[in-house]
């Protein structure tokens, strides 16, 4: 009883313990955020085919699905700090090895062991964040954090590899990683230090439940096959190496400022509204690059995808956060999301040879309008329960 006295009593909105999930979010995403980046870099510097540049994207996030999905399962009651550890540890292993495994088969096992470590990074900053008061201002102030970084990995990364090669950035990462176990005695241990349930959360049925999660799930699939891309998307189009590095750098300020609204706008307009900007915005940025697009087309499109994810982003998880009174459905979300984003690097690689991305932006458009089909639907049974209680 007094231990969960304790954990009850950590102050989940403190400023150390923010700042440090926020840190941790972006010690997570290192490669991912930069990933259209470093599947070029596979392309260039291994000398690998694209689909197979895309197969090794998809094999670290693949490592990321498995781990978010492993800690968000019921019966997993483990002390947060203690996974923490373990999963920075995981993740500096995955990299060292990566960096002494390059040119080899094993990098492939090395990049699936960092994507283990940095998936069970993922899902508990997530979950750190879920505990909030202020669950969508600080999920922007994360994204803030790593899109920031992601901007300027993505614009400086082709001359990084030129000049230091992939043993330099995943000896880089694992540096940082091990940096990151400074922030392990800021966390809370467990669910049970979540400030108070929101106000607006309701128990929906368990189909409700699983058809929010398809929902986040088609929109996140769709994420990960767009974000695997675009890179190759813009040289296929005929844009050279640097103009589409500065066309995603400059996708990444822009998914700055989409974040930073979230921030403004959470409490000014509804999520529904929200939700049909983003989505369907989303959806219509990629529909831009059919086709072959011109340069500008393409900053255009990469810009405004970039922007309305990361705008979307924290309304969408805010939502299902309401959707369940115990506090697991963020966990729940953060799951499935990174499963949707792992499994889309290897969807894109099954759709593509290379010599075409038409089906591939297709069935991107594709998750996009399913996604809005199914957490509209969630949206408005939400709804409905809200106004059976103010009428009770």
């Known amino acids: ?3 969960e006295k304790h954990l009850a009593a950590f102050d989940v909105d403190g400023k150390a313990a923010i700042g440090s999930a926020v840190a941790l979010g972006t010690l997570g ?14 392309v260039a510097e291994l000398s690998v085919s694209e689909p197979e540049a895309l197969n090794l994207a998809g094999i670290e996030m693949l490592g990321v699905a498995v781990a978010t999905i492993a800690l968000a399962l019921p019966g997993l009651r483990a002390d947060w700090r203690k996974l923490l550890t ?20 094993g990098i492939w096992g090395a990049r699936l062991i960092a994507g283990l470590g940095h998936g069970a990074i993922i899902s508990l900053s997530f979950s750190f964040i879920g505990l909030t008061r202020k669950v969508d201002r600080n999920l922007a102030l994360y994204l803030t954090l790593l899109l920031t970084y992601g901007a300027f990995g993505i614009w400086v990364l082709p001359g990084f590899l030129q000049e230091f090669g992939f043993a330099g950035l995943f000896g880089s990462f694992a540096l940082l990683l091990c ?35 398809m929902g986040v799930f088609a929109y996140n699939l769709a994420q990960g096959i767009a ?59 990629i529909a831009l690059l059919l086709g072959t697009p011109s340069a500008m087309l393409f900053l255009i499109a990469a810009c405004g995808f970039n922007m309305l994810w990361n705008f979307v982003l924290p309304f969408i998880l805010a939502a299902v956060g309401e959707f369940q009174t115990n506090g697991t459905m963020v966990g729940n979300a953060i799951a499935v999301q990174m499963l949707g984003l792992g499994i889309g690097p290897f969807v894109a690689s099954w759709l593509t ?6 089906l591939v932006e297709l ?30």
Request: hydrophobic residues 60%.
């Open 86 to 105: 373990g999963a920075l540890l995981v993740a500096v292993t995955g990299n060292i090895l990566s960096v002494l495994l390059l040119g080899t088969s």
């Open 227 to 285: 974000w695997a891309v675009l890179f190759l998307v813009g040289l296929h189009a005929g844009l050279g190496e640097q103009p589409v590095a500065t066309a995603l750098f400059a996708s990444q300020i822009l998914a700055i400022i989409g974040a930073l609204a979230s921030v403004f706008l959470a409490g000014l307009i509804g999520r529904r509204a929200a939700l049909i900007a983003g989505i369907l915005g989303g959806a219509a940025c």
């Open 29 to 42: 995403v290192l490669s991912f955020i930069i990933q259209p980046a470093l599947v070029q870099g596979f």
């Open 179 to 213: 940096a990151g176990l400074l922030t392990v005695g800021h966390v809370p241990r467990s669910a049970s230090a979540r400030a108070e349930v929101p106000a607006a959360a309701r128990d929906l049925s368990r189909p409700l439940i699983v058809t929010a999660l």
């Open 1 to 3: 009883m007094g231990d």
């Open 363 to 392: 069935v991107c458009i594709g998750c996009f309008l399913i996604s809005f089909v199914l957490l509209m639907i969630t949206l408005r049974a939400h709804n409905a329960l809200l106004h059976e209680g103010e009428k009770a």
């Open 353 to 358: 040879d290379g010599s075409s991305y038409l």
